[in-house]
């Protein structure tokens, strides 16, 4: 069970953000050009979004097991520290850079659109060299 | 600012995102995990042992959605990219959500999403980060440059 709810919650969201219009770099642009001619739609992606998240976190947060009785994975981080700033700044600006955030990219490199595959690319060689970094600065 | 009335689609944005939200919900009261794509993604790269495959079933029926979609959606809902950014820009911005997304524990699904229905004052200071980075990576592009 599971795994098929896994399986059919990776569709939706798929789904979602193609209805939705963020697989459409334009669209994303469109949205971050606040002083040019500004499309408001992700706002109102965001709002459908939260509207219907708010409610099941709120429950989630008073339980300690998911419906199917396994583990409940909340976040346990509190700190508001300069990875987290820094990383997001880096995170937004090549968002605005391409019109591509993670998912729709995924999304568009499965359509088989060319730039969607190399951006993917990319995301994955920065997210190894991220990882590989905070393990030399640990050490 | 003025709007751009010929691109502003709100009802298909409520919808696209209603359903995003009832992903996330199911995924976290179904399967107890935060549906956050960087994150889900990232542990893949190598995976650890025991934590492979929950990510792999989502991430598979992500990538089989396009062709579920072309399946069941009229020809104009199909999602008709525009992509703007050459080659070059596409590689440099996927380096930086790459890499910043890891560092910054999450991207827009887990900390724009997820994050922010939780009321995490850690996601909001995110969300705000790379919304305003967002913002003014595109002003730089397009009114400056």
């Given at each position: 069970?599971?795994?098929?709810?896994?399986f059919?919650?990776g569709?939706?969201?798929g789904l979602?953000?193609m209805l939705?219009?963020?697989t459409d770099?334009?669209?994303?642009?469109?949205?971050?050009?606040l002083?040019?001619?500004?499309?408001?739609s992700?706002?109102?992606?965001?709002?459908?979004?939260?509207a219907v998240?708010?409610?099941?976190f709120a429950?989630?947060?008073?339980?300690?097991?998911?419906?199917?009785g396994?583990?409940?994975?909340?976040?346990?981080?509190?700190?508001?520290d300069?990875p987290?700033?820094?990383?997001?700044?880096?995170f937004?600006?090549?968002?605005?850079?391409?019109?591509?955030?993670?998912?729709?990219?995924?999304?568009?490199?499965?359509?088989?659109?060319?730039?969607?595959?190399?951006?993917?690319?990319?995301m994955?060689?920065?997210?190894i060299?991220?990882?590989?970094?905070?393990?030399k600065?640990?050490r | 600012?003025s709007?751009?009335?010929?691109?502003?689609?709100?009802?298909?944005a409520?919808?696209?995102?209603v359903?995003?939200?009832l992903?996330?919900a199911l995924?976290?009261?179904l399967?107890?995990?935060?549906?956050g794509?960087?994150?889900?993604?990232a542990g893949?790269l190598?995976a650890?042992?025991g934590?492979?495959?929950?990510?792999i079933?989502?991430m598979?029926?992500?990538?089989?959605?396009?062709?579920?979609?072309?399946?069941?959606?009229?020809?104009?809902?199909?999602?008709?990219?525009?992509?703007?950014a050459?080659?070059?820009?596409?590689?440099?911005?996927?380096?930086?959500?790459g890499?910043?997304?890891?560092?910054?524990?999450?991207c827009?699904s887990g900390?724009?999403?997820?994050?922010?229905s939780?009321?995490?004052?850690?996601?909001?200071?995110?969300t705000?980060?790379?919304?305003a980075?967002?913002?003014?990576?595109?002003?730089v592009?397009?009114?400056?440059?």
């Amino acid at each position: 069970m599971q795994r098929i709810s896994e399986f059919v919650v990776g569709v939706m969201f798929g789904l979602g953000l193609m209805l939705s219009g963020m697989t459409d770099p334009g669209k994303v642009i469109g949205f971050l050009d606040l002083f040019g001619e500004w499309d408001p739609s992700l706002m109102f992606v965001m709002g459908g979004a939260i509207a219907v998240g708010f409610f099941a976190f709120a429950v989630a947060h008073k339980r300690t097991t998911n419906f199917f009785g396994g583990a409940l994975h909340l976040p346990t981080a509190q700190q508001i520290d300069r990875p987290l700033m820094i990383g997001s700044l880096m995170f937004g600006a090549g968002w605005g850079l391409a019109g591509f955030c993670p998912g729709p990219a995924l999304v568009s490199m499965a359509a088989g659109q060319d730039k969607a595959v190399v951006f993917v690319i990319a995301m994955v060689a920065g997210m190894i060299m991220e990882e590989f970094v905070e393990r030399k600065m640990r050490r | 600012m003025s709007i751009d009335w010929t691109h502003f689609t709100p009802w298909s944005a409520l919808a696209g995102g209603v359903l995003l939200g009832l992903a996330s919900a199911l995924f976290i009261l179904l399967n107890g995990r935060i549906l956050g794509i960087s994150g889900i993604l990232a542990g893949l790269l190598p995976a650890k042992a025991g934590d492979a495959s929950w990510r792999i079933t989502f991430m598979l029926g992500l990538i089989v959605s396009p062709l579920i979609m072309r399946a069941i959606a009229p020809a104009e809902m199909l999602p008709n990219p525009r992509i703007a950014a050459n080659m070059t820009m596409v590689i440099v911005a996927g380096l930086l959500v790459g890499w910043g997304t890891r560092y910054g524990s999450g991207c827009t699904s887990g900390h724009g999403v997820c994050g922010l229905s939780r009321l995490s004052p850690r996601s909001m200071v995110a969300t705000a980060m790379f919304m305003a980075a967002g913002f003014v990576t595109v002003f730089v592009l397009k009114h400056v440059v």
